[in-house]
């Protein structure tokens, strides 16, 4: 299937035939649902966009057997005029800024740049593209090259706004090829300075080992050491990647200012994000309509991007992530999340504290407020909100008094769960990454490949410890190909290629977050992935409810050199089998599928009940 251009104003839809799933129960006990069901009747509605026309759309069966659509609309361009600029020595963000609001004020336009390298002196943010509605920037052939690490293009309080075939990158890389020779590093290309701040090596490949240096990093030495013996868990002449920056902005960032989700149909088109010393695309908050076609993330060579390739924080929905290349990431290459804030109610229930750094409330927002296990215990609507305390704490009053069923802990804003968005034909590899984090309603994952990542391809969840996601609710992740990843090395969970679990905050065993005993995802269709060659196992579903698994196909699960089977992750092995029906646990039946026996319901797997 080709990239639909931005003038392609027909409907292009994928429709995944209907599955009715079965009310079975996997393992007794079930855990009660009455609050799952209800949160999510409310998040995964409406289903369809509620807009129309010229752009982008997208439709499916939904695992429930409804549709759901998705719509990002194209800038509304014609009889607009189109301004042309050439590369330019010295800082070319003074034309590029001038350009800009002339478009700005003739109310939208074509800005397009000439093929040529273009720098940008300033920043961060190198370039703001701040209230621009109907807007075109076409940079086919062109290259910004920003002189400082952080934000490169800010986008905020813009409208139906496109990038189409622009490259951007950095003067310096963030992240450089290396090998470890004789307890130093020596460098691929050019040695960093003397002294710069080191703050991740990591070996390449799903096997390679790690060290992570922490907020302040490790100065290098003359000579590329980083002092005592820390490179001596590396093998003598290991490729490894070095990270020399710490979650610095992202090469293209999307964020409107006065938590206020204002931006809305904004469309990356055949874009190259070369390298980035924070993350590639970066979405902190925005309104419905995202889309991120036919583009690259990361290039061959050493350099790369330093955290995450792809990540929404906060937006209300609409996305479409489709045909894009992502290779060489060094933390997720595609992370769907939406907020969690703290939450603490005021006597009466007519006030809150809200808190957290994602806390984007404003009034007339609707919140669901849920209890330290993330069950809905209520909801409520903004009157007011005051201004942030010393600790980040919003006070704020509601409409109305609201009554809980129970202690009320965190809250999520209706307006920013990330509904209804399409991960389609995507190719993620060679990154030190998961392939796709899903946390959100009315999703669908199809026909993506995985290979070489250092941890497994797949998640659906929501985490408290994190303060991320609404739950993976009425998801179909289907026809994927994942073939040699790796395995992830957190304690007490139970891993595999495709991992459905919910997280609670605190310690739990190991002193890890603990897995939520009652679901957080329902209403899944997990349907002919092909799996092999991988680090772990291949499904493993814990924390969910309402999950049909049919015609996946597991060959050569739980790969890992010199490593324990998968279920050891579990404190004692011989006691968590002991408590399973022998077909429950993979290693029993050989099939690497694990469906957890005391936090799942209605699970049914090609056709049966059960695991």
């Not at 960032?253 to 590639?280: C, E, N, Q, W």
């Not at 330093?306 to 996305?319: N, Q, R, S």
């Not at 026909?447 to 929501?462: C, E, M, V």
Request: a neutral charge; one cysteine or more; proline letters at 7%.
């Amino acid at each position: 299937m080709s990239v639909a251009s931005l003038s392609d104003a027909g409907p292009k839809r994928f429709v995944l035939p209907a599955v009715a799933l079965a009310v079975a129960t996997c393992c007794t006990p079930a855990p009660s649902q009455s609050a799952t069901a209800d949160w999510v009747s409310l998040a995964t509605a409406p289903r369809t966009s509620p807009v129309d026309g010229d752009g982008l759309h997208r439709e499916w069966t939904g695992a429930d057997g409804q549709p759901v659509s998705l719509t990002v609309l194209a800038p509304r361009v014609a009889g607009r005029p189109t301004i042309t600029l050439r590369p330019a020595d010295g800082d070319n963000a003074p034309a590029i800024t001038a350009a800009l609001a002339k478009l700005r004020a003739s109310g939208g336009g074509t800005l397009r740049l000439a093929p040529g390298s273009y720098p940008i002196s300033g920043g961060p943010p190198a370039l703001p593209l701040d209230r621009l509605t109907d807007v075109l920037v076409d940079g086919t052939g062109a290259q910004l090259v920003f002189a400082n690490w952080g934000d490169g293009i800010l986008i905020s309080n813009a409208a139906r706004l496109a990038i189409r075939g622009l490259s951007v990158g950095y003067a310096r890389p963030p992240v450089v090829a290396a090998q470890v020779r004789g307890g130093a590093l020596a460098f691929a290309g050019p040695t960093p300075p003397p002294g710069a701040p080191v703050f991740q090596v990591t070996g390449t490949g799903p096997g390679g080992a790690r060290m992570l240096l922490g907020r302040q990093g490790r100065a290098l030495q003359a000579d590329g050491a980083l002092g005592g013996n820390a490179l001596g868990g590396f093998a003598p002449g290991a490729p490894v990647r070095v990270k020399l920056s710490y979650y610095k902005g992202g090469a293209i960032r999307i964020f409107d200012p006065d938590d206020k989700p204002v931006s809305h149909d904004i469309t990356l088109d055949g874009v190259t994000v070369r390298d980035s010393a924070g993350a590639g695309v970066v979405v902190d908050l925005m309104g419905r309509g995202l889309a991120v076609i036919g583009s690259q993330f990361g290039t061959d060579g050493g350099a790369g991007i330093a955290y995450d390739a792809l990540h929404v924080t906060a937006a209300t929905g609409d996305i479409l992530v489709e045909h894009n290349q992502f290779a060489g990431s060094g933390d997720d290459a595609i992370n769907l999340a939406s907020p969690i804030f703290d939450a603490q109610m005021g006597p009466g229930g007519r006030t809150a504290l809200i808190g957290g750094n994602t806390a984007h409330i404003y009034p007339g927002a609707r919140l669901a407020l849920f209890d330290a296990g993330l069950q809905l215990v209520g909801t409520a609507q903004i009157a007011g909100r005051s201004p942030r305390d010393g600790q980040g704490r919003m006070p704020t009053e509601f409409t109305a008094p609201v009554s809980t069923s129970g202690v009320v802990r965190y809250a999520r804003n209706m307006d920013l769960l990330g509904q209804r968005y399409a991960v389609v034909d995507n190719q993620v590899a060679d990154c030190v990454c998961h392939g796709v984090l899903a946390q959100n309603p009315d999703g669908l994952i199809r026909d993506n490949s995985f290979s070489g990542l250092r941890y497994n391809a797949i998640r659906l969840l929501t985490s408290a410890m994190w303060k991320e996601g609404a739950g993976a609710l009425n998801v179909v992740v289907a026809d994927n190909r994942v073939q040699g990843t790796g395995a992830d090395e957190r304690g007490g969970m139970v891993w595999a290629a495709i991992t459905v679990f919910g997280e609670l905050a605190g310690n739990g065993a190991g002193g890890q977050a603990p897995i939520a005993p009652t679901p957080l995802n329902a209403r899944l269709l997990i349907r002919d992935n092909q799996i092999a060659e991988v680090g772990q196992g291949c499904i493993s579903v814990s924390s969910a409810t309402d999950v049909t698994l049919d015609g996946n196909r597991c060959t050569g699960f739980d790969r890992r050199a010199a490593r324990t089977p998968m279920l050891m992750e579990r404190a004692s092995m011989a006691a968590w089998l002991a408590r399973l029906p022998a077909k429950s646990a993979y290693l029993a039946r050989g099939d690497g599928v694990w469906i957890d026996p005391t936090t799942t319901s209605a699970v049914t797997r090609d056709g049966a009940a059960g695991g």
